[in-house]
């Protein structure tokens, strides 16, 4: 299972149902997921509170690899490689099997740390489940260098969607397995 993370923004579901595609396997957005199985997250976030949400999306997203088997395409949320320790009990097991993992890969809108915080949180204030200009900023400078710091290939997307897929396919194929699911669909798991 090819595993993709990175900051909110970043392109990972772009990026990986587009993966997904050329791979012919399927493709899981874990947001998605978590909003099929819980509802909506900043309501979520509200009612329950961070550690909350953070254990059901770890929840959410061992259903999800389960379910994939193996096979397939999943993007993290993006904080999900920062959740504290405590927040399931799978958590640290399920995270260093993520960054153990040849087919995990992060993704960064720049590599550059400015430049990443300046597109990081131009993108998420288009979103609609956004926070504040300045919210968004504190996130990103606090997550940029978790991101870096984790023993996982890093790209960047500042450029075409199509000539990333190729870097990620030439990266990835040499270290994973995948068997084609039907037609390749883009998988639609209700948990």
Same mark, same amino acid.
């Given at each position: 299972m090819i595993q993709v993370a990175g900051p909110g923004g970043a392109g990972k579901t772009t990026v990986g149902?587009?993966?997904?595609?050329?791979?012919?396997?399927?493709?899981?957005?874990?947001?998605? +997921?978590?909003?099929?199985?819980?509802?909506?997250?900043?309501?979520?976030?509200?009612?329950? *509170?961070?550690?909350?949400?953070?254990?059901? =999306?770890? +929840?959410?997203? /061992?259903?999800?690899?389960?379910?994939?088997?193996?096979?397939?395409?999943?993007?993290l949320s993006s904080g999900f490689m920062t959740y504290p320790d405590d927040a399931h009990p799978s958590y640290r097991r399920l995270r260093q099997g993520i960054?153990?993992?040849?087919?995990?890969?992060?993704? /960064?809108?720049s590599f550059d740390y400015e430049t990443c915080v300046a597109e990081t949180v131009s993108r998420q204030l288009r979103r609609p489940f956004s926070r504040s200009a300045d919210r968004e900023e504190q996130v990103i400078r606090v997550r940029?260098?978790?991101?870096?710091?984790?023993?996982?290939?890093?790209?960047?997307? =500042? *450029?075409?969607?199509?000539?990333?897929?190729?870097? /990620?396919?030439?990266?990835?194929?040499? =270290?994973?397995?995948? +068997?084609?699911?039907?037609?390749?669909?883009i998988m639609s798991h209700r948990g």
């Open positions: 149902s587009s993966l997904a595609a050329r791979l012919g396997t399927a493709f899981v957005d874990l947001d998605e +997921q978590f909003t099929a199985a819980a509802g909506d997250i900043s309501a979520y976030l509200a009612a329950h *509170g961070y550690k909350a949400y953070a254990g059901r =999306n770890i +929840q959410v997203c /061992l259903d999800s690899m389960g379910v994939l088997r193996e096979e397939g395409v999943i993007a960054i153990d993992s040849p087919a995990t890969v992060v993704l /960064l809108p940029f260098s978790v991101y870096c710091d984790l023993s996982v290939a890093k790209f960047e997307t =500042n *450029g075409p969607v199509d000539a990333l897929v190729d870097d /990620l396919v030439a990266h990835l194929l040499p =270290n994973i397995r995948l +068997q084609p699911t039907a037609a390749g669909a």
